[in-house]
Protein backbone atom coordinates (compact mmCIF):
# COMPACT_ATOMS: atom_id res chain seq x y z
CA UNK A 1 0.00 0.00 0.00
CA UNK A 2 1.94 3.15 -1.41
CA UNK A 3 0.49 6.57 -1.49
CA UNK A 4 1.93 10.16 -3.42
CA UNK A 5 3.49 12.11 -0.52
CA UNK A 6 3.13 15.95 -0.78
CA UNK A 7 6.78 17.72 -0.61
CA UNK A 8 8.07 20.87 0.49
CA UNK A 9 8.37 21.70 -3.85
CA UNK A 10 4.87 21.48 -4.21
CA UNK A 11 3.85 23.72 -1.50
CA UNK A 12 6.60 26.12 -0.77
CA UNK A 13 6.74 29.76 -1.93
CA UNK A 14 9.27 29.84 -4.56
CA UNK A 15 9.21 33.66 -4.96
CA UNK A 16 11.10 34.12 -1.29
CA UNK A 17 11.89 37.76 0.29
CA UNK A 18 15.46 37.80 1.88
CA UNK A 19 18.05 40.07 2.85
CA UNK A 20 21.91 40.33 2.73
CA UNK A 21 24.00 40.33 5.82
CA UNK A 22 24.40 44.46 5.65
CA UNK A 23 20.90 44.65 5.78
CA UNK A 24 19.81 47.63 8.41
CA UNK A 25 17.47 47.09 11.55
CA UNK A 26 15.14 49.07 10.36
CA UNK A 27 15.44 47.79 6.32
CA UNK A 28 14.73 44.13 8.26
CA UNK A 29 11.24 45.37 9.91
CA UNK A 30 10.30 47.40 6.47
CA UNK A 31 10.93 44.09 4.77
CA UNK A 32 8.52 42.17 7.21
CA UNK A 33 5.83 44.51 7.20
CA UNK A 34 5.71 45.14 3.23
CA UNK A 35 5.82 41.23 3.28
CA UNK A 36 3.73 40.28 5.93
CA UNK A 37 6.12 37.62 6.92
CA UNK A 38 7.36 36.71 10.45
CA UNK A 39 11.06 36.11 9.30
CA UNK A 40 13.54 36.21 6.47
CA UNK A 41 16.65 33.94 5.65
CA UNK A 42 19.68 36.33 5.24
CA UNK A 43 22.09 35.52 2.01
CA UNK A 44 25.30 36.14 1.08
CA UNK A 45 26.76 35.63 -1.94
CA UNK A 46 24.94 34.15 -4.80
CA UNK A 47 21.79 33.26 -2.77
CA UNK A 48 23.47 31.30 0.35
CA UNK A 49 21.42 31.20 2.99
CA UNK A 50 23.88 31.66 6.34
CA UNK A 51 20.57 32.82 8.90
CA UNK A 52 17.19 34.19 9.89
CA UNK A 53 16.63 36.96 11.08
CA UNK A 54 12.74 36.65 12.73
CA UNK A 55 10.47 39.51 14.74
CA UNK A 56 11.84 37.53 17.98
CA UNK A 57 15.09 38.39 16.77
CA UNK A 58 13.89 42.05 15.97
CA UNK A 59 11.95 42.20 20.00
CA UNK A 60 15.00 41.48 21.83
CA UNK A 61 16.11 44.91 21.43
CA UNK A 62 12.46 46.27 23.08
CA UNK A 63 13.27 44.01 25.92
CA UNK A 64 16.57 45.56 26.61
CA UNK A 65 15.75 48.87 26.39
CA UNK A 66 14.83 49.93 29.64
CA UNK A 67 16.84 46.58 31.38
CA UNK A 68 19.56 46.61 33.86
CA UNK A 69 22.83 45.18 32.76
CA UNK A 70 21.96 41.99 31.82
CA UNK A 71 23.25 39.18 34.00
CA UNK A 72 25.84 36.54 32.20
CA UNK A 73 23.66 33.83 30.96
CA UNK A 74 21.69 36.61 28.95
CA UNK A 75 24.95 38.81 27.51
CA UNK A 76 24.49 37.11 24.25
CA UNK A 77 21.06 38.12 23.69
CA UNK A 78 22.14 41.87 25.36
CA UNK A 79 24.43 41.55 22.66
CA UNK A 80 21.69 41.44 19.84
CA UNK A 81 19.94 44.00 21.39
CA UNK A 82 21.99 46.51 20.49
CA UNK A 83 22.98 44.92 17.06
CA UNK A 84 21.97 47.44 13.84
CA UNK A 85 22.96 44.46 11.15
CA UNK A 86 21.19 41.38 9.64
CA UNK A 87 24.59 39.64 10.26
CA UNK A 88 24.42 40.42 13.92
CA UNK A 89 21.15 40.18 14.01
CA UNK A 90 20.27 36.74 12.50
CA UNK A 91 19.90 33.05 13.98
CA UNK A 92 22.38 30.95 12.53
CA UNK A 93 23.09 28.34 11.88
CA UNK A 94 19.29 28.73 9.70
CA UNK A 95 17.17 26.20 10.25
CA UNK A 96 15.96 24.97 6.81
CA UNK A 97 14.37 21.85 4.71
CA UNK A 98 15.31 20.64 1.67
CA UNK A 99 12.56 20.82 -1.50
CA UNK A 100 12.32 17.30 -1.58
CA UNK A 101 11.60 16.24 2.29
CA UNK A 102 7.69 15.74 2.71
CA UNK A 103 5.46 18.13 4.31
CA UNK A 104 5.10 15.83 7.27
CA UNK A 105 9.26 15.42 7.54
CA UNK A 106 8.88 19.75 6.95
CA UNK A 107 6.21 20.06 10.08
CA UNK A 108 8.17 17.82 12.71
CA UNK A 109 11.03 20.28 12.02
CA UNK A 110 9.15 23.20 12.65
CA UNK A 111 7.56 21.60 15.73
CA UNK A 112 10.97 20.44 16.93
CA UNK A 113 12.51 23.51 16.44
CA UNK A 114 9.84 25.99 17.21
CA UNK A 115 9.92 28.22 14.21
CA UNK A 116 7.00 29.39 11.71
CA UNK A 117 8.82 29.29 8.12
CA UNK A 118 11.84 27.46 6.94
CA UNK A 119 13.93 28.48 4.49
CA UNK A 120 13.84 25.83 1.45
CA UNK A 121 17.44 25.37 0.13
CA UNK A 122 19.32 22.84 -2.69
CA UNK A 123 22.37 20.75 -1.79
CA UNK A 124 24.58 23.75 -1.54
CA UNK A 125 22.80 25.77 0.74
CA UNK A 126 21.47 27.73 -2.33
CA UNK A 127 18.27 29.40 -1.06
CA UNK A 128 15.17 27.74 -3.68
CA UNK A 129 11.88 29.43 -1.90
CA UNK A 130 10.33 29.80 1.80
CA UNK A 131 7.92 27.07 3.72
CA UNK A 132 5.56 28.43 5.96
CA UNK A 133 2.93 26.63 8.50
CA UNK A 134 0.12 27.84 6.28
CA UNK A 135 2.09 26.44 2.91
CA UNK A 136 2.14 23.02 4.21
CA UNK A 137 -1.76 23.36 5.71
CA UNK A 138 -2.62 23.49 1.56
CA UNK A 139 -2.38 19.41 1.05
CA UNK A 140 -5.85 19.78 3.47
CA UNK A 141 -7.38 21.73 0.35
CA UNK A 142 -7.47 18.97 -1.65
CA UNK A 143 -10.81 18.10 -2.93
CA UNK A 144 -13.01 15.18 -1.68
CA UNK A 145 -12.68 13.27 -4.81
CA UNK A 146 -9.05 13.27 -5.38
CA UNK A 147 -8.59 12.13 -1.75
CA UNK A 148 -11.27 9.00 -2.72
CA UNK A 149 -9.95 7.95 -5.63
CA UNK A 150 -6.05 7.80 -4.35
CA UNK A 151 -7.62 6.25 -1.30
CA UNK A 152 -9.41 3.90 -3.81
CA UNK A 153 -6.39 3.30 -6.24
CA UNK A 154 -3.15 2.82 -3.65
CA UNK A 155 -5.14 1.88 -0.56
CA UNK A 156 -7.11 -0.32 -1.88
CA UNK A 157 -6.04 -1.82 -4.75
CA UNK A 158 -2.98 -4.22 -4.42
CA UNK A 159 -2.56 -6.19 -2.13
CA UNK A 160 -6.96 -6.24 -1.96
CA UNK A 161 -8.41 -5.80 1.44
CA UNK A 162 -10.06 -9.54 2.49
CA UNK A 163 -13.33 -8.36 2.18
CA UNK A 164 -15.23 -5.51 -0.04
CA UNK A 165 -14.89 -2.23 1.42
CA UNK A 166 -16.77 0.83 0.30
CA UNK A 167 -14.96 4.20 0.88
CA UNK A 168 -16.83 7.96 1.26
CA UNK A 169 -14.45 10.86 2.11
CA UNK A 170 -16.56 14.45 3.33
CA UNK A 171 -14.61 17.42 4.54
CA UNK A 172 -11.19 15.17 4.49
CA UNK A 173 -12.96 12.47 6.99
CA UNK A 174 -12.46 9.12 5.42
CA UNK A 175 -15.26 6.74 6.25
CA UNK A 176 -14.86 2.70 5.10
CA UNK A 177 -17.57 0.45 5.61
CA UNK A 178 -17.30 -3.69 6.06
CA UNK A 179 -19.40 -6.36 5.55
CA UNK A 180 -21.52 -7.89 7.92
CA UNK A 181 -17.73 -10.10 8.76
CA UNK A 182 -14.96 -7.62 6.77
CA UNK A 183 -12.19 -6.06 8.21
CA UNK A 184 -11.00 -8.14 11.15
CA UNK A 185 -7.40 -7.61 11.74
CA UNK A 186 -7.23 -6.06 8.33
CA UNK A 187 -8.68 -2.52 9.93
CA UNK A 188 -5.58 -1.06 12.17
CA UNK A 189 -2.86 -1.35 8.54
CA UNK A 190 -6.01 0.28 6.69
CA UNK A 191 -6.58 2.71 9.10
CA UNK A 192 -2.82 3.89 9.05
CA UNK A 193 -2.37 3.18 5.33
CA UNK A 194 -5.53 5.85 4.97
CA UNK A 195 -4.69 8.28 7.24
CA UNK A 196 -0.83 8.34 5.76
CA UNK A 197 -2.87 10.28 2.67
CA UNK A 198 -2.19 13.91 2.10
CA UNK A 199 -5.02 15.73 2.98
CA UNK A 200 -6.99 13.25 5.03
CA UNK A 201 -8.23 14.77 8.63
CA UNK A 202 -9.33 11.49 9.87
CA UNK A 203 -10.54 8.09 9.39
CA UNK A 204 -13.60 6.29 10.63
CA UNK A 205 -14.24 2.59 9.98
CA UNK A 206 -17.82 1.03 10.21
CA UNK A 207 -19.15 -2.33 9.90
CA UNK A 208 -22.56 -2.48 9.29
CA UNK A 209 -22.98 1.33 10.43
CA UNK A 210 -21.32 0.44 13.60
CA UNK A 211 -17.65 2.18 14.02
CA UNK A 212 -15.05 -0.37 14.61
CA UNK A 213 -12.19 0.62 16.49
CA UNK A 214 -8.59 0.67 14.56
CA UNK A 215 -6.36 -0.39 17.59
Known amino acids: MSTFQYTVSDVMTHTAVAVGRRASYKEIVEVLHQWKVSAVPVLEGEGRVVGVVSEADLLVKEQFRHAEPAPAERRDEAAKAGAVLAED ?29 LPVVNDIGMLEGVVSRGDLLKVFLRPDEEIRSEIHDSVLGEPRPPAPVECSVEEGVVTLRFGRRGGGAFVPLLARAVLAVEGVVDVRMQREGTEVTTS
Request: charged share 20%.
Open 89 to 117: LMSSPAVTVHPAATVSEAARIMARKGVKR
